[in-house]
T-cell receptor, first 114, second 115 residues
Framework: AQTVTQSQPEMSVQEAETVTLSCTYD???????LFWYKQPPSRQMILVIR??????QNATENRFSVNFQKAAKSFSLKISDSQLGDAAMYFC???????????FGKGTSLLVTP | GAGVSQTPSNKVTEKGKYVELRCDPI?????LYWYRQSLGQGPEFLIY????????DSGLPNDRFFAVRPEGSVSTLKIQRTERGDSAVYLC?????????????FGPGTRLTVL
């Protein structure tokens, strides 16, 4: 079974600064997808960014980018120009290319201070 | 268009009671998923529907849990003889189909509290 590890229970960043959230995973598969989800207090999980394992290029969505290191099984999320609205729980998730179930880490709580 | 909706938003019940949690997926989405999120944890997969049938129910913790999707749209998660350990947020998600481009859209969840 694949495991997803987020070693930072809580992170803090000042508004307009940059923060990086860490995620590692364990798998024997070669083809899979990785995701970062944001969960605000409303509880609704929102997809932030997605990375296909077969793509070497790191995914980018506006202020959000990832550092995908396939050999190291590492998938970190960088948030640039942090905004107060970025404060939330962030979950890293894995999905097999042939599967459908998302396998989540325990999450990182991101605090954004003015 | 409307997103995934779940009712009720919160449910408080007593140990031993039966509960039903409802999920309305995005119109046209054939795939539907249930996850359970315990306090301080990430969501854990429970069951996956493709159309009306449960394609994978391997995540259901025991036979007290059951889910249906009789017409391929709305789904109901049913929990019998609830236990305090069942307290969690139950999240539902839907996607257009299974496969590569199957972004899962989540609902706001139902917070179940078993006293």
């Amino acid at each position: 079974a694949q495991t997803v590890t987020q070693s930072q229970p809580e992170m803090s960043v000042q508004e307009a600064e940059t923060v990086t959230l860490s995620c590692t995973y364990d798998t024997s598969e070669s083809d899979y997808y990785l995701f970062w989800y944001k969960q605000p207090p409303s509880r609704q999980m929102i997809l932030v960014i997605r990375q296909e394992a077969y793509k070497q290029q790191n995914a980018t969505e506006n202020r959000f980018s990832v550092n995908f290191q396939k050999a190291a099984k590492s998938f970190s999320l960088k948030i640039s120009d942090s905004q107060l609205g970025d404060a939330a729980m962030y979950f890293c998730a894995y999905r097999s290319a042939s599967g459908y179930a998302l396998n989540f880490g325990k999450g990182t709580s991101l605090l954004v201070t003015p | 268009g409307a997103g995934v909706s779940q009712t009720p938003s919160n449910k408080v019940t007593e140990k031993g009671k039966y509960v039903e949690l409802r999920c309305d997926p995005i119109s046209g989405h054939t795939a539907l998923y249930w996850y359970r999120q315990s306090l301080g944890q990430g969501p854990e997969f429970l069951i996956y529907f493709q159309g009306t049938g449960a394609a994978d129910d391997s995540g259901l913790p025991n036979d007290r849990f059951f889910a249906v999707r009789p017409e391929g749209s709305v789904s109901t998660l049913k929990i019998q003889r609830t236990e305090r350990g069942d307290s969690a947020v139950y999240l539902c998600a839907s996607s257009l189909r299974q496969g590569y481009d199957n972004e899962q859209f989540f609902g706001p969840g139902t917070r179940l509290t078993v006293l």
